[in-house]
């Protein structure tokens, strides 16, 4: 979306009080435009900050997997009853497992709930489960908010919880929000205490609740979600339900052709060979379903890359501790993605047993296959170098009885969380606790989980005495994380130097890369251009980011032409968006390979038409590439999607105005401001709407409410010290920026503005204290220069 530019003469490093007044820095609120932000990817990334670029050739990428040396026919599923007669060793495995009853027909065989008539009160709702015949009913509220039976088509899962899938009508299945709990064999609400009725996202009607896109791909083999946008339904179709050995192996009719004549089909006729030396094959297999990420299309295909089907998030402050501890519901990839199992070559089925899914190994005995008084692994493929001969399964190594709480590897190297209500899920980060360290960073621990208050103190005092060395340590991930997400001294300096280490999983230094914007400079961005050739293909997308934020389009042109044609999806097509403002005016050499990966951009938000992120990024797509004609349907079908996804309405709302309809922009802002009074970027949206019309003064208090409803939104903050310093009230103006800035010491903008307030009032060491701060924060700030 459009955003404010502040546009500032560069201060000088030892600018006196009298020097400095000489640099000012112009913001009006008369140019502020709201930023949008949804679900999904947007086409306008933040203002960038000039810096000199640097030159990169095409990428260098070191394949994951051996390239096919001899062709097959595209392989297509085959009825999974065909896999047992060969291999009833890994059927017997899969039967009774999670995999194999992830989801299924709703009978007296799969339910586990009590539906005998009983009745459940939660979030001010009641929901009534009951049985006619041989079907399986729920009377609960719909999305109207009125009582109404729905009957069960489909079980999801068996243990530690069961939910229930509800047909809806076209094609449309729902997770219910009430969940069974097989240990305690009771009912319990999946968010309690969130207030969750049928006016909340969350509520099983809505969009976030939807299994065809949410949930089913994962719970089934060959998922198709099969979604018509002209109908706005669903046909969706899976070759079998559960995750069968198709969903993991690929399509097998080429498999049944190589057990028929014994060709010469590579991988006996699979896509892949999941036992392949690269463990990157396998890690990638479970990823699909194990990993936070978002589609990138209607399914997968055997043999691509993650992220030619998927964009796996990063190590958000929102998903996971400062430490790479889960937070959110993550699942594992992110976790072991980090961890130094990874960096050795461990892949999943060296601890789990992929057919049934329990652990190859009961106990300690898991990790002790390479953590052991030999000093050796007896895993093969997994690097053993630096393994210590010890005896890990000892009360010397645990400081815990041997069959007591903390005796087990997991108890303090994979600590938990519980999910979904009842289900407990370990870290798989393989983390080494530190309870000093938990202290200062705030940051889960395992010591601290099970020792707390004083016993907690004693226990932090006494691993500090068993850790104790005086050997210089490198600065951690960890603590350089905490520098730069709270604006500390030396942050910038941090995060340049986490960004030089060549061992940082790749995980990690995307995050890093992600969070490289806030501290721009010289050095900031080689390291990003560098990163643009990184072996991992998550490195170079979130590099692609980075870099667009430093550069306006013409000068990152020619840093990110050669990622046109990247052999990963996500990498391309992340190119290709960040260059549409200049391919409009061609790309010479490079502009067939910007077509074609803008192409995949575009059908990468058709595949996803079910979804208003999707529809609102393909209008402003279409916006920006001169196909104005469509922006609008495209903007009304997203709300259509989702009535409460605000950022299509507020795009709209900006659409209409500048098209000359102005009150029909206001009528549609008013009448959901009055449904959702609530909704912060409604309110900030509609402070904007009444400066845009010359009506500042009434744009106050909808600015207001904006800030104070979400008051750690950065932007809501900044419009509304800009609307107060516009409007001549300069202390309190200069108090906002001063309260902002507490909370996030990072924020240029308004480190920038402030400085220049301080300035025009005549404040100027004010002005220079917030200077001063800044040079610690990020000595080589161009702005600083």
């Not at 800030?707 to 103006?733: I, R, T």
Request: hydrophobic fraction near 35%; charge should be neutral.
């Amino acid at each position: 979306m459009p955003k404010h530019k502040n546009k500032a003469a560069p201060l000088q490093p030892d600018a006196s009080p009298t020097s400095l007044s000489r640099y000012l820095f112009p913001v009006s609120i008369g140019v502020l435009l709201v930023a949008v932000a949804g679900i999904g990817w947007f086409l306008f990334s933040p203002a960038p900050v000039p810096v000199k670029p640097v030159p990169v050739s095409a990428p260098v990428v070191a394949p994951a997997k051996p390239a096919p040396t001899v062709a097959m026919s595209p392989a297509s599923m085959v009825d999974e009853q065909q896999c047992q007669g060969c291999h009833s060793e890994q059927v017997k495995d899969w039967q009774g497992s999670h995999h194999q009853l992830a989801m299924q027909p709703a009978n007296a065989e799969t339910m586990l709930g009590d539906f005998n008539n009983v009745v459940f009160k939660a979030e001010n709702e009641t929901t009534r489960f009951s049985r006619k015949g041989d079907d399986f009913w729920v009377n609960t509220p719909g999305i109207d908010g009125k009582n109404a039976d729905f009957k069960v088509a489909y079980t999801f899962g068996i243990a530690p919880l069961q939910q229930y899938l509800i047909e809806v009508g076209e094609g449309r299945l729902q997770a219910l929000g009430v969940a069974w709990d097989t240990e305690k064999n009771r009912w319990f609400h999946l968010y309690p205490g969130q207030g969750v009725n049928f006016k909340n996202p969350l509520h099983w009607s809505k969009p976030s609740q939807n299994a065809n896109f949410m949930c089913v791909e994962c719970h089934t083999t060959g998922f198709k979600r099969n979604f018509d946008a002209a109908s706005n339904t669903f046909a969706s179709q899976w070759n079998s339900l559960g995750v069968g050995c198709q969903a993991c192996h690929g399509p097998a009719s080429n498999h049944l052709e190589w057990t028929a004549k014994k060709t010469d089909l590579i991988h006996a006729g699979f896509a892949v060979d999941l036992k392949d030396k690269n463990a990157t094959v396998e890690i990638e297999t479970c990823a699909r379903c194990h990993a936070r990420r978002a589609p990138l299309g209607d399914g997968y295909t055997v043999g691509n890359r993650l992220m030619d089907d998927y964009l796996p998030s990063v190590l958000t402050r929102e998903l996971y501790a400062l430490d790479g501890k889960i937070k959110d519901e993550v699942f594992e990839h992110g976790s072991f993605a980090q961890s130094k199992m990874f960096d050795k070559g461990v892949r999943c089925s060296n601890c789990h047993n992929p057919h049934s899914t329990e652990l190859k190994a009961p106990g300690n005995a898991v990790c002790l296959q390479c953590h052991n008084t030999a000093g050796k692994t007896s895993v093969e493929g997994v690097d053993g170098k630096g393994l210590q001969a010890k005896n890990y399964d000892s009360f010397e190594h645990t400081r815990h009885t041997l069959g007591q709480p903390g005796s087990q590897c997991l108890d303090c190297h994979m600590p938990g969380k519980f999910y979904m209500g009842n289900d407990f899920r370990h870290d798989h980060s393989f983390s080494i606790p530190n309870p000093e360290r938990a202290q200062k960073l705030g940051t889960p621990d395992a010591c601290l989980t099970c020792h707390q208050g004083k016993t907690g103190d004693k226990v932090t005092a006494q691993f500090k005495l068993w850790n104790a060395s005086t050997t210089p340590q490198a600065p951690r991930y960890d603590e350089s994380l905490w520098l730069i997400r709270n604006g500390q001294p030396g942050a910038a300096q941090a995060l340049y130097e986490q960004l030089q280490r060549s061992n940082l999983p790749a995980i990690q230094r995307a995050t890093l890369l992600a969070e490289l914007p806030l501290y721009p400079s010289e050095q900031a961005l080689t390291l990003a251009t560098t990163d643009l050739k990184n072996p991992a293909p998550q490195v170079r997308e979130n590099a692609v980011r980075a870099i667009s934020a430093f550069l306006p389009p013409p000068e990152r042109l020619p840093l990110l032409t050669p990622l046109l044609g990247d052999p990963v999806k996500a990498v391309r097509i992340a190119a290709a968006r960040d260059l549409l403002s200049v391919a409009r005016n061609g790309l010479g050499p490079a502009q067939a390979n910007w077509e074609a990966a803008i192409a995949e951009y575009e059908a990468v938000q058709k595949s996803l038409a079910e979804r208003a992120e999707a529809n609102l990024n393909l209008a402003m797509l279409y916006q920006a590439s001169g196909r104005s004609s469509e922006v609008e349907g495209l903007l009304r079908t997203a709300l259509k999607r989702d009535p409460d996804f605000y950022p299509a309405l507020v795009t709209l709302v900006q659409w209409l105005e500048a098209n000359g309809r102005g009150p029909e922009a206001q009528q549609l802002l008013d009448e959901n401001l009055k449904a959702h009074p609530d909704a912060a970027l409604l309110q900030h949206t509609r402070g904007l709407s009444l400066i845009r019309a010359g009506k500042p003064a009434d744009a106050m208090s909808p600015l207001r409410k904006a800030a104070q409803l979400e008051p750690q939104n950065a932007q809501y903050g900044y419009v509304l010290a800009v609307a107060l310093h516009e409007s001549g009230k300069v202390d309190e103006a200069c108090a906002q920026l001063e309260a902002l800035l507490k909370q996030q010491p990072a924020n240029r903008n308004a480190r920038l503005s402030l400085i220049q307030w301080y300035l025009d009032s005549g404040q100027e060491p004010k002005a220079q204290v917030v200077l001063q701060g800044w040079k610690k924060l990020n000595s080589g700030d161009p702005a600083l220069k």
